[in-house]
């Protein structure tokens, strides 16, 4: 049986305030928590079947070309090699989220440095290690074009948008911003590696991966090896960290399910971490221009944002800076610019919230501009240009809560300790600032199928191929059906990351609970129908809490309720409110930082974010989430930054020695605040995306603080200390 | 990795004599292994020399310390009598890598750990320290991490070590075992060589040669800093870092023992500049002669060339807090 919703109207029923067992949103810790922590979760690497070989990649060592062939016969002959192959099906990137087909295929044409162009298989992977490095490829290197403003930029019209006349809106403003920021390559760098590991029976295959969506990745393999998809089954019961990187099937997989095959043998091929660096998808550069245009109250009257990115040729995916500027702020006049270079410098594809962590981040520095030349306070110019309705599609807000967001940051942060004069707070040798910055995100309901089967024992069992990235998955599955069951958590069973089981939405675009969520209520809603049929009660009127049924005066064990399984799978799709209205998170980060007046060093002393993304599920895994973001947004602020050489556009600083995240002495203590919020036109869970949330904006609120400690703006991202000692 | 025989050296005596016949000493491997890894240091054979009898800090008579090779950099921070009378040491070791590495890094492997230049790593690219001849690429290339002083054409690159630019400060000897056995102790200073024409050289050490002890002379009187100026708050290699030793008597300066890192081939000292503020009194502008006597050679590479403003004024902030106050 199925139970299928098309989410077209508002669900107002506040159905999780009303059911007993009290789980949802309780700081549950995740079941599989202490499997990762004690090491005994195999993640896709990990689960190496008999007799594997190992495979590893070979990079192309120029920037475009062409590869003639390799010489198998300078490795062959090495202790422990098995085969080098190269060929038609190789990947010359990660397929991008959601693709559902192969990518660009063939090692012949060589796009960028770093392409994994021929694998080498051996026993053991330091014999294909060495051999990789052995291995001589015969190419042809021709002319590449690796800088995107000497490429020249495509202006796709369905990128471009306009409303108004924002020149004219310039000209007339009382104060008018017409600035351009620059932020750099960015890799997800998440901790694990990425692998797989293929396995053919007959025509049958198994990939053990750390892959993001698994509905979407089973089909791009099956392409990619031109094979049915009913053949491919893809396990990734645990992902060390996606945050995009992981959203597409990747070369790995496939040369490890062609070397399988050519050697009837399970091959897995593991990335070392400079090939995840150089191979696995980087966020674009970007150079940006905002334009805003404000009346002598500080009100906007126009806005322009024109992003310059990069990406392959052949590539649809390209970073949507501009994400939130149709609707984050009111201004009659608009420009949307989206500019295209084609490169040869890695693929482009989503990291860490792909549009707004760098396009809010900018475009609230450039607000910031604006309050420091109105003289108006940040949190009151934003308040003071909060739309009502959407002033690009004039469609009206699901919940809106920027406005709570920032009040109540202002509040508990003491922003009525700021000096707006910048550079009026010293410390010793240390200047002390205070930034804001707005957060926004879109939110995106994705189609999801669960499988919950309520056993006759009374405990449940939960389905489906979506994907547990490290964000908490297995613990918000577990909390809403065991809530809706009326079961301890201990007697809900949840199994991932299996394409056999039924397709969830994948982990991606901070939609996954929801989506995910929802589905697996719908499934427990009809089984607590079903419940209510046999005891010829209305399903409204069952209380379920603690494996005891209550209705009507009577109370039974659900255990001697059920004689055989009760099997639903719920199937939810997006419908009418994802067009109806616009749905958005948002909140507000507050940073305070200390430049050092004599290096520029920076330290971000704290940070507070303040979040509003509907129910929040679990307070504990939530604000994990938000954690994470802000952090992120930490190392957008000061620290992260691919270099490219400026000849061939290699990603030069390829390992997590010199590629800077932050580590724990650059993160102080972050206070996070998630207000309480339902959002009925999301999904009859009332929830919206988190995942994402804390990065949109987080560098800003810190570069902003820079200027406020020290009169220095920034504008080329990361703030390093020579960027900001330039300017003291 | 490329296949490699292994022996575990039961005496230093054994290791320098295994060693001069071509071999490699791993101590830690925290610097070795990853190079191996790369396929940038291919040794056909390791010795083993973690098992050798030199992980001790014992007091020498002329009221220093010896340090043996293999006390890690972990203990050595940790240790008293170090603590004690050369503070600066134990700040400098603490200021680099992480725990777990320290955990494991030795003394003469911190000494000897090879350079951070991104294209050394990467053997798809020219380098002359890696392929003599091969050409240099981070010169038009990317060279935060690289040298503004004692570069040559040939190369750019600098020595990563903090706990290296420390010792310098503080006056260390490296004793020495050849391979047949004799040994000899050179100054820190010429243990190590600038690039020249010759980057793939690095220090003066001759085949086999393996370092047993580092010697610190007896502690001097002074204010002991360490400031190491990086691109993130730990766990990152110093853009500039400054050791100094300090002190003052009746208002000038009695005392300064000054060694840089991250801003050249080796661990940088130039005694002229301690020369130039003794019996000076404290003052900006002396700072800023002082940096000049410093800096008159620097020349920047591009992505480094803040490191020569960086460099000013780290010194001059080192100087200002070693020269604050009355408690001298
Ligand atoms: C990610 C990362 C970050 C780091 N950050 C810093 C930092 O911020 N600051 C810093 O100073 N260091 C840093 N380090 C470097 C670290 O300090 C060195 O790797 C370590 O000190 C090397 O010691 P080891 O014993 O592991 O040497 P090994 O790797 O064992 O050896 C290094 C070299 O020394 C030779 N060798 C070792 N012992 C002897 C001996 N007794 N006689 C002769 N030759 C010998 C070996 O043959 C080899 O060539 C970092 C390292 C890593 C990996
Ligand atoms: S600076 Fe030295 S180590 Fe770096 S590429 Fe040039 S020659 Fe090689």
Redesign the pocket.
């Known amino acids: 049986m199925t139970a299928h919703l098309k989410m077209d109207k508002p669900d107002t029923r506040n159905r999780l305030d009303h059911t007993a067992q009290g789980l949802i949103g309780a700081g549950m810790d995740r079941p599989d928590g202490k499997a990762k922590v004690t090491g005994t979760a195999a993640y896709a690497f990990e689960d190496q079947p008999e007799g594997m070989a190992h495979g590893v990649l070979v990079r192309a060592n120029v920037a475009k070309g062409r590869l003639n062939d390799i010489d198998r016969d300078s490795v062959l002959r090495l202790p422990g090699v098995l085969a080098a192959m190269c060929g038609p099906r190789f990947l010359r990137n990660p397929a991008q989220g959601g693709a559902n087909e192969a990518p660009v295929q063939g090692s012949e044409g060589i796009a960028y440095l770093g392409q994994p162009v021929a694998l080498v298989v051996a026993e053991t992977f330091e014999q294909a290690r060495h051999a990789a490095h052995m291995l001589t490829l015969q190419i042809d290197a021709q002319e590449g074009q690796t800088d995107p403003d000497i490429a020249g930029y495509e202006s796709p019209d369905a990128k471009q948008a306009q409303q108004g006349d924002l020149d004219r809106a310039m000209k007339d403003a009382a104060t008018a911003i017409d600035v351009t920021y620059t932020t750099p390559s960015h890799n997800s760098a998440a901790m694990e590696p990425h692998a797989a590991i293929a396995e053919w029976d007959q025509d049958m295959l198994t990939l053990r991966g750390s892959y993001q969506m698994l509905k979407y990745n089973r089909n791009e393999l099956a392409d990619a090896l031109g094979i049915d998809p009913k053949c491919v089954r893809i396990l990734a019961p645990y992902v060390g960290g996606g945050f995009g990187s992981k959203l597409g099937i990747a070369p790995e997989a496939v040369a490890a399910a062609l070397a399988a095959h050519e050697l009837n043998r399970p091959v897995g091929v593991a990335l070392t971490r400079q090939q995840v660096f150089e191979g696995t998808m980087r966020r674009s550069e970007s150079r940006q221009r905002v334009r805003l245009a404000a009346d002598a109250s500080g009100k906007l009257q126009g806005i322009g944002h024109d992003a310059y990115i990069s990406n392959l040729t052949d590539e649809v995916f390209s970073e949507p800076v501009t994400q939130a500027t149709p609707f984050i702020y009111a201004g009659e006049n608009r420009v949307i610019g989206h500019h295209i270079a084609r490169v040869n410098r890695t693929c482009a594809g989503s990291v860490r919230a792909p549009g707004e962590s760098i396009g809010v981040t900018v475009l609230e520095n450039a607000m910031d501009e604006l309050a420091h030349q109105t003289g108006i306070d940040p949190v009151e110019l934003r308040l003071m240009n909060i739309p009502d309705k959407n002033p690009t599609s004039g469609l009206p807000f699901s919940s809106h809560t920027l406005a709570e967001a920032l009040t109540t940051g202002r509040d508990r942060f003491g922003w009525d300790q700021r000096n707006p004069q910048p550079g009026s707070t010293r410390k010793g040798d240390w200047l002390i600032g205070m930034g804001m910055a707005s957060a926004v995100r879109v939110n995106i309901l994705s189609e999801a199928r669960v499988r919950v089967t309520l056993m006759p024992d009374g405990t449940a069992r939960v389905q489906t191929d979506m994907t547990d990235i490290g964000t908490g998955t297995y613990a918000i599955l577990t909390q809403i059906c065991a809530e809706m069951l009326g079961l301890p958590e201990t007697d809900v069973s949840v199994s991932l990351g299996d394409t056999d089981h039924p397709p969830g939405p994948g982990s991606g675009g901070s939609w996954g609970a929801s989506s995910v969520g929802t589905a697996a209520f719908l499934a427990c809603e009809k089984i607590r129908r079903e419940l209510a049929k046999k005891v010829d009660a209305d399903e409204a009127d069952l209380t379920l809490k603690d494996g005891m049924v209550s209705y009507a005066n009577r109370q039974v064990r659900l255990a001697d309720m059920i004689d055989e399984e009760i099997e639903i799978e719920g199937h939810v799709e997006p419908g009418d409110t994802s067009d109806d209205v616009t749905q958005s998170t948002y909140g507000a980060h507050f940073a305070e930082v200390a430049v050092n007046a004599v290096t520029g060093e920076t330290r971000v002393q704290r940070m507070l974010g303040v979040f509003a993304a509907g129910r929040i599920l679990n307070h504990k895994t939530a604000r994990s989430q938000c954690l994470g973001g802000m952090t992120f947004g930490l190392g957008m602020a000061l620290t992260e930054e691919l270099m490219h050489d400026p000849r061939d556009g290699h990603i030069v600083n390829r390992d997590l ?1 010199e590629y800077h995240l932050p580590v724990n002495l650059d993160v102080p203590q972050l206070d996070v605040v998630l207000l309480d919020e339902r959002d009925a036109y999301a999904n009859p869970l009332q929830s919206k995306g988190i995942g994402e949330l804390g990065i949109c904006g987080a560098a800003a609120a810190i570069t902003n603080a820079i200027f406020n400690a020290t009169g220095v703006r920034v504008r080329d991202y990361p703030a390093t200390l020579d960027k900001v000692l330039a300017g003291l | 990795m490329r296949p490699f025989d292994y022996t575990r050296a039961q005496d230093s005596a054994e290791a320098a004599r295994i060693a001069g016949q071509g071999a ?11 190079l191996m890894k790369l396929e940038v240091m291919t040794p056909d054979h390791l010795v083993d ?1 973690t098992h050798l009898d030199l992980n001790e800090i014992t007091q020498t008579e002329a009221g220093g310390l010896r340090i043996g ?1 293999l006390v890690t ?1 972990s203990d050595l921070a940790a240790d008293m009598a170090v603590r004690r009378g050369w503070p600066l040491l134990p700040k400098a070791l603490l200021s ?2 992480t725990g777990q ?1 320290r955990n ?3 003394t ?3 000494l ?2 090879r350079t951070r230049c991104y294209y050394f790593y990467d053997p798809d690219m020219p380098c002359n320290k890696r392929e003599p001849g091969s050409g240099c690429a981070a010169m038009g290339g990317m060279n935060r991490l690289h040298a503004i002083l004692g570069a040559s054409d040939a190369c750019i690159a600098t020595h ?4 290296a630019v420390a010792l310098r400060a503080l006056g260390a000897h490296v004793d020495l075992m050849a391979e047949d056995g004799s040994t000899r102790t050179l100054p820190l200073g010429d243990l190590y060589r600038l690039p020249g024409d010759t980057p793939e050289v690095e220090t003066n050490l001759k085949p086999g040669e ?2 047993t002890h580092v010697v610190l002379p007896a502690p001097v009187h002074g204010r002991q800093i360490y400031r190491k100026v990086r691109d993130r708050a730990s ?3 110093a853009l500039v870092s400054v050791a100094a030793v300090i002190d003052v008597e009746s208002g000038v300066i009695s005392q300064a023992k000054l060694a840089f890192g991250g801003i050249a081939p080796m661990p940088w000292r130039m005694t002229e500049i301690e020369d130039f503020l003794i019996g000076k009194a404290p003052s900006e502008d002396l700072w800023e002669e002082a940096a000049d006597l410093l800096l008159s050679d620097a020349r920047g590479q591009g992505s480094n060339d803040f490191k020569i403003p960086l460099a000013r004024r780290t010194l001059a902030a080192v100087l200002n807090e070693a020269t604050r106050g009355d408690d001298q």
């Open positions: 020695a | 490699t000493f791993i101590a830690g491997g925290t610097n070795l292994l990853d020399i090779a950099n680099g890598a590495l494991k890094a030795t003469g492997g911190n000897l750990q990563p070590s903090d706990m393996l370092i766990y990152a290699f």
